[in-house]
């Protein structure tokens, strides 16, 4: 239509044109025929030109307007701010709009961006590192910084898209709309990549979190377009009566903090008149009226009748399943401790080291050994075996039991200052009582729940005036050999503890295996001096003793794989009280006075009680609190009084 005027000027023009050709052929000579065709051929093309363009601006070609034209006469931003203008001034216009709710899909994609971001993080830390996943994290109780941010941010936008929910701030989502549309992109496509030096298709996890963003991106968008319903308050898991649905509301209401976070947010964003408390009983009893309502669609469902005894799926489905459930909880604590230590695998110690010194001063001896792959043979397993009556051998794998040889000679020189060995010999030489002290020390691999260093030291104190005393002064400026008798275990039990379990701990003939010293000092020509300390006891495992050398056998626990260590660290008392305590806790609050809530629960009809629920709702909703407030009065009082309920959940008030 707005071309119609200049398609009608063009037409006058050509009229008068024609006329003035007209006149000018009766007065001049005929025109040749190809001039004539080529003048028509022109003013048809000029009058298409108008018809689609419009007339000529002022001062522009009469072929065509140049794109830089318009964009001089500032037509083209104009244009283009008025079609972002009408844009987003169609987006909040709510007239004509039909309204519809697509929370429920909009939340679903968060969550599942909160699981990968949970779940995923290898995929955002430097491919420079060495992978680390979330159940790597959890075995070292390490959070990163960044996963945590990420993960309040994630839970900040999931918390903060309920509020405009709530709100019905439709303004307000657009503009959260189009910053997370712009942040997200940044983020997967800027600096993710960048971070983590990986482009974004080799990078799988970010693809599918890209991939969930994309989805919520287009219902969020859906749900502009459409705008914001009426009814927010309500629950849509209790909408609908299905199996599915009410399975989902199971696993809604076993969820810790869940159901307390989607009603304080409902509270804090309603105006409405009821206090905090009135709320959360008005979404108990709209709960609990949806599990009545689910139980009458399943007894209708059975279909039994009067003096029909109950059938044997239900009672497969209600009884047996839940006895072997309880079988399985009681149980379950020994079961995974049996199956994680009879399937692991021993850490034995790949280091071991030994330090000899008498009281404070400078240890006498002191030597390590790299003992990684020296384990027991069948023939050596098979006779500590013989040696044990109790069974104890018996319940370590061959694997885990290792003998270590220590040499006999120190590896360092004994470097003790003259005034400490001068102090040294004026005690003994008085005859004062000293103390031997012997530290063992055990290093293995690190694996969560056992220690990776495990050390012990064992004391011998001698009396005053003591032959060895007398022994060790000799020994101080000569080469004179000292017997040190029964100072240290020859057997040691490593678990998952930092002190090894020996001596008495141990079974017979175990726990009387010891290790005596012959001690003395080698002297070189430059007067440099170290110890010697050999084995005089007899050994553990004789088929694995070289003379003179030092005999430590070790009995090594099995542990568990890497990824279940975290599992087995807490013992059969710490998942005895974390699984059996908390089911049997649930258990009892779900049976404990269930007599008490017959009136609640065992309800022919619960139509007239969720109708007037809703009602509360819809008068809040419409602004009308004087009338939510008088109808949660009534409910209040309905349950209250059990006559009440008995009118109000009567079948014939439902057909009435």
């Known amino acids: 239509p707005a071309a119609a005027p200049a398609a009608r000027a063009a037409s006058d023009d050509l009229d008068e044109v024609e006329l003035g050709m007209g006149a000018e052929e009766s007065a001049a000579p005929p025109a040749a025929e190809s001039d004539l065709l080529d003048e028509n051929g022109l003013m048809e093309q000029e009058i298409e030109r108008v018809v689609r363009q ?24 104009v244009e283009l701010l008025k079609s972002v203008y009408r844009f987003y001034q169609q987006i909040l216009t709510q007239d004509g709009a039909d309204p519809a709710d697509y929370y429920t899909a909009m939340v679903g994609p968060q969550i599942v961006s909160f ?22 994290l959890l075995e070292q109780n390490q959070i990163p910084t960044r996963m945590l941010i990420f993960m309040i ?53 970010l693809v599918l979190l890209y991939t969930a963003q994309f989805l919520y991106f287009a219902v969020s968008s859906a749900q502009i377009a459409a705008t914001y319903p009426l009814s927010v308050s309500s629950n849509d898991l209790t909408k609908h009566h299905g199996l599915f649905a009410y399975i989902c509301f199971l696993i809604y209401k076993a969820i810790p903090f869940l159901s307390e976070l989607r009603a304080l947010l409902g509270w804090c964003c309603a105006s409405t008149t009821l206090p905090l408390t009135d709320w959360l009983k008005l979404d108990d009893i709209k709960e609990q009226l949806y599990i009545n309502k689910r139980r009458l669609i399943v007894l209708v469902q059975d279909g039994r009748g009067l003096g029909q005894a109950q059938p044997w799926h239900t009672k497969f489905l209600a009884g047996v399943l839940l006895l072997a459930l309880l079988i399985f909880v ?27 010194s008498i009281d404070t001063f400078e240890p006498l001896f002191s030597m390590e050994t790299i003992v990684a792959g020296q384990l027991v043979s069948e023939e050596q397993y098979t006779y500590l075996s013989s040696l044990d009556r109790s069974g104890y051998i018996a319940s370590f794998k061959r694997q885990g039991i290792q003998c270590a ?21 004026k005690a003994l030489r008085r005859g004062d009582p000293f103390t031997v002290g012997v530290t063992v020390t055990f290093r293995r691999s690190a694996i969560t729940g056992s220690a990776t260093t495990v050390s012990q030291t064992y004391f011998t104190t001698y009396p005053a005036n003591s032959t060895t005393g007398q022994q060790l002064l000799l020994a101080l400026d000569t080469t004179t050999a000292v017997d040190l008798l029964d100072m240290m275990p020859a057997m040691f039990h490593l678990d998952a503890s930092d002190q090894p379990k020996s001596g008495a701990s141990l079974p017979a003939p175990f726990n009387k295996a010891t290790i005596s010293f012959h001690a003395y000092r080698n002297i070189s020509e430059d007067q440099s001096d170290w110890w010697a300390f050999r084995q005089l006891s007899t050994p553990v495992l004789p088929s694995a003793y070289h003379n003179g050398y030092i005999q430590l056998v070790t009995l090594n626990d099995l542990f568990a794989a890497p990824g279940l260590s975290v599992v087995s660290s807490y013992g059969v008392v710490g998942l005895y009280v974390s699984v059996v305590l908390v089911v049997g806790r649930f258990l009892r609050l779900w049976t404990d ?12 009809q619960v139509d007239a009680l969720l109708t007037l629920c809703d009602s509360v709702s819809a008068a809040r909703e419409h602004a009308d ?26 079948v014939n008030l439902k057909d009435d």
């Open 54 to 77: 419009g007339p000529l601006l002022p001062g522009a070609a009469e072929d065509e307007l140049q794109e830089d034209d318009v964009a001089s006469l500032g037509l083209k931003p």
């Open 115 to 136: 699981i990968i971001i949970c779940f995923g993080w290898s995929a955002f830390v430097d491919f420079g590192q060495p992978p680390t996943s979330t159940a790597d």
């Open 153 to 205: 941010l994630q839970f900040a936008i999931i918390i903060l898209d309920r509020v405009l929910y709530l709100l019905r701030a439709l303004r307000w989502k657009f503009i959260f709309h189009i910053a997370q549309v712009a942040c997200i992109h940044g983020m997967i496509f800027y600096y993710v990549p960048l971070y983590t030096h990986r482009p974004f298709t080799e990078n799988a996890a």
């Open 330 to 356: 009681i149980w379950f604590p020994l079961l995974l401790i049996s199956a994680l230590t009879s399937n692991g695998q021993p850490n034995p110690p790949s280091q071991v080291t030994l330090t000899v």
């Open 405 to 425: 040889l220590l040499p006999y000679t120190s590896k360092s020189l004994w470097t003790i200052s003259p005034s400490a060995r001068t102090a040294l010999a």
């Open 593 to 604: 006075k269930i007599s008490q809530r017959i009136i609640f629960e065992a309800m022919p």
């Open 625 to 650: 609190l004087v009338l939510e407030e008088v109808l949660f009065a009534i409910l209040v009082r309905i349950y209250r009084s059990p006559e009440a309920i008995l009118v109000w959940t009567d």
